[in-house]
């Protein structure tokens, strides 16, 4: 029998199954492989990504998911030595999900919105490429990007003390109508940012 690739499940319609639940190793490798099938796509992103796709973490929460790629060879001591010029450590991709900046949505219009295609299935999802920077004082901050080269969102980078298998993991909670993501990095730093569903009919009023 043909093996079912899950891959599309994630980014269409994922099933129902415990909140936040984090897939295993196994059964996230499909979701990077879809991704990254057209790579113009996956490395085309306003700030230049590239990810591995071999080592995806994926959440998921009944029809909503999210997923992170981690840039190849991410080192603890590049996010450390990052300055003012935006380092990239990954992409963040989310399915019926953008995040949240001061409280309101961001717009599907401001995201980066791409088409995945997979077991002849297509499902169009934002893609996120997320970098670091330094700041005065020395505190590190996490930049998400959309569609720009101007960040979407911009959040206090924290300092961790973990042991991770992956070079970026993902933790999340549901809050109502929205939700937090938590992005773990090499279990040095984190960074907690909120989103919410994503309205394919909002437009941005900017």
């Known amino acids: 029998m043909k093996k079912i690739l899950i891959a599309v499940t994630v980014l269409t319609s994922l099933q129902l199954a415990s909140a936040q639940e984090k ?15 057209d790579a113009k796509q996956l490395n085309g992103t306003p700030i230049a990504t590239d990810v591995d796709a ?38 963040l991709w989310l399915q019926k999900l953008t995040p949240m900046s001061d409280g309101e949505a961001i717009a599907k219009d401001r995201l980066r919105l791409v088409t995945v295609r997979a077991e ?12 670091v920077r330094k700041i005065a004082g020395g505190k590190l901050e996490l930049l998400v990007y959309g569609k720009s080269k101007e960040p979407v969102l911009i959040v206090a980078l ?14 999340a909670e549901r809050e109502g109508d929205a939700g937090k993501l938590t992005v773990k990095i090499l279990g040095k730093y984190q960074a907690t940012l909120s ?3 994503l309205d394919i009919l909002a437009e941005s009023m900017q």
């Open 158 to 171: 924290k300092p961790l003390e973990a042991v991770q298998s992956m070079p970026l993991d993902l933790a």
């Open 23 to 37: 897939l295993s190793r196994d059964e996230a490798l499909p979701y990077g492989k879809a991704v990254s099938a």
């Open 195 to 197: 989103v919410t569903e």
């Open 54 to 91: 071999q080592q995806p973490v994926v959440m998921k929460d009944g029809e909503y998911g999210s997923m992170v790629l981690p840039q190849k060879n991410l080192k603890a001591e590049t996010i450390a030595k990052a300055g003012e010029t935006a380092v990239p450590i990954g992409q």
């Open 120 to 131: 002849g299935e297509e499902v169009t999802a934002p893609q996120c490429a997320l970098a």
